[in-house]
């Protein structure tokens, strides 16, 4: 690796919207400089899981190291890539400081999406060289014309300098790398500093434990040295290091300004967290900035669909996050669900994903259920205070909501929410963020018909059905993007559900004074679809305190019996009547009512009618 | 908790001291005990096996699968053919009747009801010949109840003295209702008229023994209509009625319409208005309510079905049938659920090579008649009588099982039910919500026999290996 000076090394990622072409594109770069063989089984040769697959989308980004003669120059070319949605912004942003310049690719018929705004920002505020790509020109429909002016107007970026490539085809790809090499600059370092390593992924090996995967912005690296983690201060010896191409190739060395993989004995993942800064034991150096720890912005309970499932489930959970640090687990259980567990993610895409993961590499199915946001509170009890011994605490569970008397001032979450459409649909979605208590911040035509609109929105307000509901109002042309944007004040209640007077724990919730009355009536009118008739007539109530704010009645069963069994077959009838005793066991008693197990998860469910 | 412990130690006493817990240990084995069904070459043996002490008795049923029509609310087992080979459907009744009651060992058949199907279309030969056969095989006496269930569309003076000169000696006219429209949505193949005429014929021949059918709670029906349909019954009924709440069975014509919104479903409150109106009414003129769908009144109440309701045995002969009754003729000692081949023609085949068409057999564990006889037993005025209980259950009385803290006294208090020196039976409100508490009191009985001993059944399992004795035949 060391005939790879700095100056022939060139560090760069791909950035694109959903299924705009970016693994295509870095399928056709792999092939044209040798580093995996051309044949039509290259499909989204970085995306690995199932699911990736399945969604066009990346969830674990995968590098590469490309080889390629320029102008009778070596280039070591180190393509890097990213997780193809901001959920992973974080990650995106952590890849993207090990490059120089990014290819940003946008499709030729789609034109600018939600997820290319806001990738081209992320890109220019790293200040990183931006070469505008639009892809699938071989498309019937592509208006590449339309794209140039779009770029031009939005970004700022004159369109000459857009590449009109097919990358499914393979059509002026070539020209994409040159651009890399005579755009991009090589990165700034020196092999001859101290070692200084950004972590920017992490996978883990059963065999081998935890793949760092790092760029060096500072002297080098070989087997035997002894390093430490800037964040967890851990020191480790490397047993390995070497480069992506994409598989792991070990190397005797890696030197500043190259990219590439080491094993140093790390156990876990969140000992190589995303950002970390790894450096020479007894040689310390200033750790790289923009270091954080995941954060979860989006909460649910997972519960087993049974509770013997329980520890099978706990063992694929366990193996699943050692690939993924950034899904907290916490212990949780549910009078009406049983023993389960509070799961932290990133984003409303990422809890999707986990899940689908679940379901196709563990063979698990589950309940999840409604997500939730973390709230906060400021609190102005000094016996509070002290309890906590901090006056602003989050609220994750409803059961720690604090009452009002003790506190100042209630946060939420919020996130800055970019949405591009066809302008036809401009009205249903400014209704549609405005029910969502969204406030505007910007609103601009990037050409004749198509609008960009950026909002704030609480967070909570569309972690549930916003997606689905923008896309269906707009007939699937609207995307959109978010990015976090810290916390607000907001008007945050407690709203309880009563059954025959007794509140329902499980069903407790924090919602926006605003919203309150049409949530509470809406869970009133699932559980009476959900509750059973019973011999006696069951109230069933939201509550805000001792204040009722929407009540439905379930009437007593008048009459509830078989009409006639034929001719003495009653077996049939014993099955049911047997299951339905059965079933007693697996009643949920609020007071004298029984709630089946059912009736819970259709209403705590997290609706996936995508 | 403690309770509940003690309960599974007792029970193998009671289980030992049950009839039907026999040499062969079948009730302490777990899980279902299917017996192999009788394969080509089994064929029943020819003397009797001498047994139990008290002579055996039992009801019979006999299914006629056969229909002119197809009513738009009937899921049963039933058939419209072109052609109709009879005297070769008469031999298979009379066949599979003779060799089931060899095989049960029945010394007297307390009651004989033709069923359907539509078996007023069947000829009075056929039914002579199979009352014949019954006679043959066991004691019928001159009394015992022979109903048969006829058709107004079938159901002419000659063809019903016919009935009654072959041994028929009490009638259940399916009516279902009074009103010409009513009928074209049921799909009856007659008008109310004829029903008129039919009822008044069968009063003339089975005077007292006559009874009628009669559908509430159709799609668009009002709570007038429905009085109007009772009253206009009342005038023509004899001293007995069945009045059923129409069901929406699946994969019926008439499901189909509703769930499609071509008719409109029929509101909850109105079906339970509709049948408190019916039954204070025929109350007041004088009917007994003596099972949740049926009222008699000069003590007409039926025999046949009675047994069903109390649990006794009963033999079902014909396609689809079923039956609940011991195999002594086999050396058995415990009751079965016997149902016979659904499939008239492979029925038929069935008898004709080996004497019977038995689809199906699993022998019910002392639990399970436990609560098949509350299920039923509940449904009649009288309730489950102590005697009745005693027989089913000779350790544990019902003041065991229900009397102690739990479903059934909380259920007595809020007057749904009733546990005194009579037995147990539900209230005038209580049987109208009987199947709301039928859970609470299964799940209370399965605790005190403690589910351990019987565990509840694999449901795939136990019909796989249920059906399996007649695979490859």
Redesign the interface.
């Known amino acids: 690796m060391s005939t790879y000076p700095v100056e022939s090394i060139r560090n760069f990622s791909i950035i694109a919207h959903v299924d705009h072409g970016k693994s295509t594109l870095a399928d056709r770069l792999l092939e044209i400089t040798g580093t995996i063989s051309k044949t039509d089984r290259n499909k989204q040769v970085l995306d690995k899981l199932q699911v990736e697959r399945e969604r066009g989308i990346t969830v674990k980004a995968q590098s590469a190291s490309l080889f390629y003669n320029h102008e009778g120059i070596n280039y070591l070319l180190n393509l890097i890539d990213t997780p193809g949605h901001v959920d992973f912004s974080y990650e995106v942003s952590r890849s993207l400081s090990a490059c120089q310049g990014v290819i940003l690719v946008v499709d030729a018929n789609e034109g600018i999406q939600a997820q290319t705004v806001a990738n081209f920002y992320l890109a220019f505020e790293a200040q990183l060289s931006i070469i505008p790509v639009i892809n699938k020109i071989d498309l019937k429909n592509a208006d590449p014309e339309r794209v140039e002016k779009q770029i031009e107007k939005l970004f700022d970026i004159p369109r000459d300098d857009c590449i009109r490539i097919s990358a499914k085809q393979g059509t002026n790809v070539e020209k994409v790398l040159q651009k890399v090499i005579e755009k991009i600059p090589p990165p700034q370092c020196n092999s001859a500093d101290p070692l200084k390593a950004l972590v920017f992924d992490s996978t883990f090996d059963h065999y081998r434990g935890v793949i760092a995967n790092i760029a060096l912005f500072g002297g080098e690296i070989a087997k035997g040295q002894k390093i430490v983690s800037a964040h967890t201060k851990k020191r480790y010896e490397v047993n390995e290091v070497g480069i992506l191409t994409p598989n792991e190739q070990p190397t005797h060395k890696l030197y500043a300004g190259q990219v590439g993989y080491l094993i140093a004995g790390m156990k876990e993942v969140t000992e190589a967290q995303i950002g970390d800064t790894l450096f020479l034991y007894k040689q310390p150096v200033e750790p790289l900035p923009g270091f954080k720890s995941a954060k979860p912005m989006v909460f649910a309970g997972m519960y087993p669909i049974d509770q013997t499932e329980y520890n099978n489930l706990k063992s694929a959970l366990e193996r699943l996050t050692l690939n993924d640090s950034s899904v907290t687990v916490h212990r949780d259980s549910s009078l009406a669900l049983g023993a389960g567990w509070r799961l932290g993610f990133l984003g409303l895409l990422h809890m999707e994903v986990f899940n689908q993961r679940l379901e196709q590499e563990y063979n698990m199915s589950v309940i999840l259920t409604a997500p939730t946001v973390p709230y906060k509170a400021v609190l102005s009890s000094a016996k509070l205070i002290k309890e906590y011994g901090k006056d602003e605490i989050t609220i994750i569970n409803p059961a720690q909501f604090p009452d009002k008397l003790s506190v100042s001032e209630y946060l939420e979450p919020t996130v800055l929410g970019t949405i591009v459409t066809p302008h036809e649909y401009i009205g249903k979605i400014i209704t549609l963020c405005q029910d969502r208590r969204a406030v505007q911040k910007d609103m601009l035509y990037i050409d004749e018909n198509r609008v960009m609109l950026k909002y704030l929105f609480p967070l909570n307000e569309i972690v549930v059905d916003f997606y689905d509901a923008l896309k269906s109002l707009s007939s699937g042309y609207a995307s959109f993007d978010y990015e976090d944007a810290g916390y607000q004040s907001a008007d945050l209640i407690k709203m309880d559900i009563l059954v025959n007077g007794n509140p329902v724990e499980e069903l407790a919730t924090v919602i926006h004074k605003d919203k309150a009355y049409a949530a509470g009536k809406l869970l009133c009118e699932r559980l009476k679809e959900t509750i059973p008739?019973?011999?006696f007539e069951i109230a069933i109530q939201a509550a805000i305190g001792k204040k009722i704010i929407a009540r439905e009645t379930l009437?007593a069963?008048?009459?509830?019996?078989?009409?006639?069994?034929?001719?003495?077959?009653?077996?049939r009838?014993?099955?049911l009547?047997?299951r339905?005793?059965?079933?007693?066991?697996l009643m949920r008693k609020i007071g004298n009512v029984e709630v089946p197990r059912d009736a819970f998860i259709r209403v705590l469910k997290r609706e996936t009618d995508k | 908790m403690a309770a509940v412990r003690r309960w599974p130690r007792k029970l193998a006493v009671l289980a030992a001291a049950l009839p039907g817990a026999g040499s062969q240990g079948r009730a302490a084995a777990p899980g279902p005990a299917v017996l192999p069904a009788p394969g080509p070459t089994e064929e029943p043996a020819p003397e009797p096996v001498p047994g139990t002490a008290a002579p055996a008795t039992a009801a019979l049923y006999v299914h006629w699968p056969y229909c002119r029509k197809r009513c738009s609310y009937c899921n049963f087992n039933t058939y419209v053919v072109r052609a109709l080979d009879e005297a070769a459907v008469r031999a298979c009744l009379v066949r599979e009747a003779q060799t089931l009651l060899r095989l049960s060992q029945v010394h007297s058949v307390t009651s004989v009801f033709f069923g359907g199907g539509t078996p007023s279309l069947a000829g009075p030969g056929t039914v002579a010949a199979v009352l014949e056969a019954v006679a043959g095989a066991a004691h019928l006496a001159a009394a015992a109840e022979v109903t048969l269930e006829a058709n107004p569309s079938s159901a002419s003076i000659s063809r019903l003295a016919g009935f009654r000169a072959a041994g028929v000696n009490r009638l259940s006219i399916g009516v279902q209702s009074l009103d010409d429209s009513e009928l074209r949505m049921l799909g009856r193949e007659h008008t109310a008229a004829e029903a008129r005429q039919a009822v008044e014929a069968a009063r003339g021949l089975f005077p007292g023994r006559t009874s009628m059918d009669l559908l509430f709670g159709l799609p668009g029906q009002s709570r007038d209509a429905w009085a109007q349909r009772l009253e206009a019954a009342l005038g023509l009924c004899d001293d007995h009625i069945s009045l059923y709440q129409l069901t929406l069975e699946r994969g019926t014509a008439l499901a189909a319409q509703v769930r499609g919104g071509a008719l409109p479903e029929p509101p909850q409150d109105l079906l339970a208005d509709m049948y408190e109106t019916a039954r204070n009414v025929l109350v007041a003129t004088g009917f007994r309510h003596y099972e949740v769908s049926n009222f008699a009144r000069k003590g007409a109440l039926s025999t046949h079905n009675l047994s069903y309701w109390r649990a006794d045995e009963y033999i079902g002969v014909g396609p689809g049938a079923h039956g609940r009754f011991v195999l002594r003729g086999e050396g058995g000692c415990s009751r079965e659920a016997r149902v016979q081949t659904l499939e008239p023609v492979t029925w038929m085949r069935e008898v004709q090579s080996h004497g019977h068409g038995t689809r199906s057999r699993v022998v019910l564990n002392p639990l399970e008649q436990l609560e098949e006889l509350l299920t039923l037993g509940l449904r009649t005025d009288e309730g489950i009588t102590h005697e009745c209980w005693g027989h089913f259950s000779p350790q544990f009385s019902l003041q065991d099982v229900f009397g102690e803290p739990g479903e059934a006294r909380a259920l007595q208090q809020s007057g749904w039910l009733v546990l005194d020196s009579g037995g147990l039976r539900c209230t005038w409100a209580g049987l109208a919500v009987l199947d709301s508490l039928l859970p609470d009191l299964l799940w209370q009985l399965q605790r005190a026999l403690g589910a351990a001993r019987c565990p509840p059944r694999d449901k795939e399992g136990q019909d796989a290996r249920a059906v399996s004795g007649h695979d490859g035949q």
Not at chain 1, 580 to 585: F, S, T, Y
């Open positions: 008739r019973q011999l009437k069963y008048r009459k509830n019996v078989v009409a006639k069994c034929y001719g003495g077959d009653i077996t009838r014993m099955k009547l047997k339905q005793a059965e079933g007693k066991r």
